[in-house]
C-alpha cells in the first residue's frame, strides 16, 4: 500500500579534496567507466553517531600475499572475464551506496564463484602488509549446495572496505564466519548482501574487534517461501573504537524466517551503535522473525546504542525485538570472585561467556582462529 | 470589550495577522515578541525530516484564528445554543456535574466556558483560560511559558508559538493535594482552520494534580491542523498524571508537542490515547532533570482507515536514579498504519538509572501496517534498560473459543481488541472509557457493549 508515506531523514554527505579515480583502479576494465561516473556522483556518506565527516585518500596498491587459501574460486580480476562479470560489478546499498561502488571498482582482492556441491572456503586478508584492503567478493549457490566459509581480517592497516553477495538458490546452505580483528586501522567498511530462494538457509557469525570506526552490514532478502536466515554477531569496541552495525532481514517469502541476534561489550570509552532492521512485506504470510541484543558496558564513559525497527505489512506474522544495556551483572561477578578469580579474569570470563556460543560454532580444524579470538578478549580486559 | 472587534483572521501566516491576533488579546509586549520571534523561525524552518507527510498540507490556506460567538462565560446557560450542543454529545457539563474539579472548554481558538469550584480557590489552585493568566499572571506565565518547548524547537513549535491561543493554564501551590481530576475539553468546529491552544501547567513542591485533556472535531472536507502545545512542570516530590485522548476528525493533521520537566523525586504520568486524525506526529517527552525523578506512560495508538499516526515516547533521563516504564501499545485495521517512535537517553550523570520500554502492536488485518523504531542511547554503565517490542496479529485459537462461546466473529474480535487495550482503558476516567469501548465496538460491528 503506498497510500501513506514514511518520511525519513535524507541521506547526509560530505564532500572530499581528494577521491579515487580511474588511476586507482587495479583491474582496468572498460566495464567499469559507468560505474565509476556512478560513483563519482556520489559524495561520502555522513554519520554523526560514528562521527565520520571526514575520507583520507590512501593509496590503493595490489594485495601482496594470499588471502585465498582454501576453496575452488577465481579471482575477481578472472571472474570478471567470466559470465559472472556482471555479478561482479552488481551495485546494492550495503553499509553506503558510496563505498560499495569503491569496493567494485577499485578491489585489489575478492574472489567469485559459482558452487554446486559442498564446500569449504578459508579467505584471510591481512592488513599488516596491505594497509588498505578493498575487496569485492560473490559467490552463487547453486541448488542444493552447501559452504561453509571462513573469512578473517587482521592486522593493523588503515583501510578496509568490503563488499561481498551471495545467491542462495532453492535448497542451498551458507553458514558464514566473519573475524575482524584490526585494532587502530582508520575505517572499517563491510556491506554484504545475500538474496534467498525458496527453502535456502543463511547463518552468519561475525566477530568484530574493530577499526576505530566500523561500519557493517548485512541485509537478507528472504525472497523465496521457507526461507531462513540467521545473524550473530558479537563485538567489542575500546579505547576511541566507534562500532555501527546492522543486520536487515527483508522478509517477502511465505513462512519466512529470520533471527537477530547482537552482543557486545564496551570498554573505555568505546561507542556501539546497534541497529537490527526487520521488514515483513504484505506477501510474506506466516513470517517469523526475531532480533535481539544485549550490550555489557564495562566503563562509565562507553555509550551504547539501540536501534531497532520493525516495519510489518501483514498481521500474519510473529515478529519481535528486545534490548537490554547495562553493567556486568554483579551478582555473577560476586559468585566468580567468590570462588577464588580476582575481579579482572571474573569480567574477562564473563565477557568470554559472550562471545563462546560463536566460537564453539567454528568448525575444530580452525583452532589458530578461536585462539586468536580468545586472546583479543584477554588483551582488551 | 474592544477584543469583540477581531472574528477570525485571513488565511495564512504574516506579521500583520501576528499583531492583530496579539493586540486583540490585550497581551504583554514579552507575548508578542514570543510571536514575532517564533513567526520567524517557523518561516525559515523545514518540514520534519521523518514521521508522516505532510506535503499536502496547505498551511496557507488553514485559518490561524478564529474567534466563535462568545465571550468566557460563567455559566453553561450563557454559551451559545450550537457550541454547547456540540459539548452536551460529549458530556462535558455532565462530567463537570457529576466529578470534575473544573472544566475548560475550547471551541475552535478561544475557551467558552470555565468553571472551578470553590473549593479549589480556596487551596490557591489557578486555573484559567491561558489567555486570561497571560494578562491576569504576567510574572508567572512568563516565568514558564515556552520554556520547555521553546520556539525553535521545530517547525510546528516555531508556528504554536506564533499563532497560539486559548488553553489552560494551571498553578498548584506547594503541597496541595488537588482531590479531584481537572478537565479541560478541545473542539475544531470549523473547517480549514488551525487549533493551537496552550497547556501550561505548573506543580509546585510535594503537590498532586490529575488533569484530562479531551480533544475532538467536526468532519470537514477541507484539512484542519492542530498544533497544540502542553508544558508541565513537575516540581520537587510533585506528582502529575495526564491524561488525553485525542479523536480529532478524520481531515485533521494533528502535529502536537507535549514536554514535561521533572525535578528531583517528582513524577509525571502520561496517559494517552491518540485516535483520530489523518495524520498524527506526537511524542510526549519526559525531562527527568532531578535526581529520582521518573516517567509513566501507558499510551495506545488507534489507527483505522485512512489514518497514518506516528506516535511515541521520549525520556531523557539526566539526573542519578531517574526511572522510566513505557507500556505503549498499537492497532491498526481497515489499512490504518501506526508508528511507534520511542527515545530513551540516558546521559553519563544519570547513573543508577533504571528504564523499561514494553511496545506491542495488534494487527487486525492484512491490509494494516504497524511499525516500530525504538531507540536506546546509553552514555554510562551504572543502568539498567531494556526494551522489548511484539508485532502480532489476533490469535485465531481466541476468536475460535469466543464463537464456540456463542459470540459472533466480529464480537470476538472487539473484546480482544479491548482487552489488548485493557491496561490503557482502565486509566481512564468512566465517562471515557464507556465511550472508548462504545467506538471499539462501532469499529467492529460488535454490538456486545
Not at chain 1, 60 to 89: H, V
Not at chain 1, 163 to 173: C, E, T, V
Request: aromatic content about 10%.
Amino acid at each position: 500500500m503506498d497510500m501513506f508515506t514514511r518520511v525519513e531523514p535524507k541521506r547526509q554527505s560530505f564532500t572530499v579534496k581528494e577521491d579515487y579515480g580511474w588511476e586507482d583502479i587495479q583491474n582496468k576494465d572498460g566495464s567499469l567507466y559507468d560505474l565509476l561516473s556512478d560513483y563519482l556522483s556520489y559524495d561520502f556518506p555522513l554519520w554523526k553517531r560514528l562521527e565520520f565527516s571526514d575520507f583520507k585518500k590512501y593509496p590503493i596498491k595490489k594485495y601482496s600475499g594470499n588471502f585465498l587459501r582454501n576453496g575452488n574460486l577465481l579471482l575477481t580480476q578472472d571472474a570478471m572475464k567470466t559470465e559472472l562479470r556482471d555479478f561482479t560489478t552488481g551495485k546494492f546499498a550495503g553499509v553506503d551506496p558510496k563505498f560499495v561502488m569503491m569496493a567494485l571498482i577499485f578491489f585489489n582482492s575478492g574472489v567469485f564463484g559459482k558452487i554446486d556441491k559442498n564446500e569449504r572456503i578459508n579467505l584471510d586478508y591481512d592488513l599488516k602488509d596491505n594497509k588498505v584492503v578493498i575487496e569485492n567478493s560473490g559467490l552463487i549457490l547453486e541448488e542444493d549446495s552447501s559452504v561453509i566459509m571462513i573469512r578473517s581480517y587482521r592486522g593493523e592497516g588503515k583501510l578496509l572496505n568490503s563488499a561481498s553477495k551471495y545467491l542462495l538458490r532453492a535448497g542451498s546452505k551458507l553458514k558464514i564466519f566473519n573475524v575482524i580483528i584490526s585494532p587502530k586501522t582508520d575505517l572499517v567498511i563491510s556491506s554484504s548482501l545475500y538474496n534467498l530462494e525458496e527453502n535456502a538457509s543463511l547463518e552468519v557469525y561475525d566477530v568484530i574487534f574493530g577499526g576505530e570506526k566500523t561500519a557493517i552490514d548485512h541485509t537478507a532478502n528472504l525472497n523465496g517461501d521457507f526461507s531462513r536466515a540467521t545473524f550473530k554477531t558479537v563485538y567489542f569496541a575500546r579505547g576511541k573504537e566507534r562500532m555501527d552495525l546492522r543486520n536487515s532481514l527483508n522478509h517477502f517469502g511465505r513462512s519466512t524466517y529470520g533471527r537477530i541476534e547482537t552482543n557486545g561489550s564496551l570498554s573505555d570509552e568505546g561507542y556501539s551503535v546497534v541497529r537490527g532492521n526487520i521488514e515483513i512485506k504484505s506477501t510474506a504470510v506466516g513470517a517469523d522473525s526475531e532480533e535481539r541484543s544485549n550490550t555489557i558496558s564495562l566503563s562509565k564513559k562507553a555509550r551504547a546504542d539501540s536501534i531497532p525497527s520493525l516495519y510489518v505489512d501483514n498481521n500474519d506474522v510473529i515478529a519481535k525485538h528486545g534490548a537490554s544495556i547495562g553493567n556486568i551483572d554483579e551478582d555473577k561477578l560476586y559468585y566468580l570472585m567468590s570462588r577464588g578469580l580476582d575481579e579482572r579474569s571474573a569480567i574477562r570470563l564473563i565477557v568470554s561467556g559472550i562471545f563462546e556460543p560463536i566460537i564453539n560454532e567454528i568448525p575444530p580444524d580452525n583452532s589458530n582462529l578461536k585462539e586468536e579470538i580468545e586472546n583479543a578478549i584477554s588483551v582488551r580486559i | 470589550m474592544t477584543n469583540n472587534a477581531l472574528s477570525k483572521t485571513e488565511p495564512g501566516l504574516n506579521r500583520r495577522i501576528i499583531e492583530e491576533i496579539s493586540e486583540s488579546k490585550n497581551e504583554p509586549l514579552w507575548m508578542k515578541d514570543i510571536r514575532m520571534k517564533s513567526l520567524e523561525y517557523f518561516l525559515n524552518r523545514p518540514n520534519p525530516n521523518f514521521g508522516v507527510d505532510i506535503s499536502a498540507l496547505d498551511l496557507n490556506s488553514i485559518v490561524n484564528y478564529v474567534k466563535p460567538g462568545a465571550q468566557n462565560e460563567r455559566s453553561w446557560e450563557d454559551v451559545p445554543e450550537d457550541i454547547r450542543e456540540n459539548f452536551e454529545k460529549l458530556g462535558i457539563p455532565q462530567a463537570e456535574r457529576e466529578a470534575l474539579a473544573g472544566v475548560g472548554a475550547q471551541y475552535d481558538s478561544e475557551m467558552v466556558y470555565h468553571n472551578m469550584k470553590e473549593s479549589l480557590k480556596k487551596l490557591g489552585v489557578i486555573f484559567l483560560e491561558m489567555g486570561t493568566a497571560v494578562r491576569e499572571y504576567p510574572d508567572l506565565v512568563k516565568k514558564y511559558f515556552m520554556h520547555l518547548i521553546p520556539p525553535n524547537d521545530h517547525k510546528f513549535a516555531a508556528l504554536h508559538g506564533a499563532v497560539w491561543s486559548g488553553g489552560t493554564f494551571i498553578y498548584v501551590p506547594p503541597n496541595v493535594n488537588v482531590p479531584m481530576p481537572i478537565q479541560s475539553y478541545y473542539l475544531m468546529g470549523s473547517p480549514g482552520m488551525g487549533q493551537f491552544e496552550h497547556t501550561l501547567i505548573v506543580v509546585d513542591k510535594g503537590s498532586k494534580l490529575e488533569f484530562i485533556e479531551g480533544c475532538s472535531g467536526q468532519n470537514y472536507s477541507v484539512s484542519n491542523l492542530h498544533a497544540g502545545a502542553v508544558e508541565i512542570y513537575v516540581e520537587e516530590g510533585a506528582t502529575v498524571k495526564f491524561s488525553t485522548i485525542e479523536n480529532w476528525a478524520k481531515n485533521t493533521y494533528n502535529l502536537n508537542t507535549k514536554r514535561a520537566s521533572v525535578d528531583k523525586d517528582g513524577t509525571i504520568i502520561w496517559i494517552s490515547g491518540t485516535m483520530g486524525s489523518a495524520k498524527t506526529m506526537l511524542y510526549p517527552s519526559s525531562i527527568l532533570k532531578g535526581k529520582g525523578a521518573r516517567a509513566e506512560y501507558t499510551t495506545i495508538t488507534y489507527a483505522g482507515p485512512g489514518q497514518h499516526l506516528d506516535t511515541g515516547t521520549k525520556v531523557f533521563h539526566f539526573a542519578p536514579y531517574t526511572s522510566s516504564k513505557v507500556d505503549s501499545r498499537s492497532i491498526s485495521f481497515g489499512g490504518g498504519y501506526a508508528f511507534y517512535r520511542g527515545l530513551v537517553r540516558v546521559s553519563e550523570s544519570a547513573i543508577h538509572s533504571k528504564s523499561s520500554v514494553d511496545c506491542s502492536a495488534l494487527m487486525v488485518d492484512n491490509v494494516s501496517k504497524s511499525d516500530t523504531l525504538p531507540i536506546i542511547e546509553v552514555m554510562n554503565n551504572q543502568s539498567e534498560i531494556g526494551h522489548e517490542a511484539y508485532v502480532g496479529k489476533i490469535n485465531e485459537d481466541q476468536i475460535y473459543y469466543l464463537m464456540s462461546r456463542g459470540l459472533t466473529e466480529d464480537d470476538a474480535k472487539a473484546l480482544i481488541v479491548r482487552g489488548f487495550l485493557d491496561p490503557f482503558i482502565k486509566q481512564l476516567p468512566f465517562e471515557y472509557a464507556v465511550e472508548f469501548n462504545r467506538i471499539i465496538d462501532m469499529h467492529f460491528n460488535s454490538k456486545i457493549g
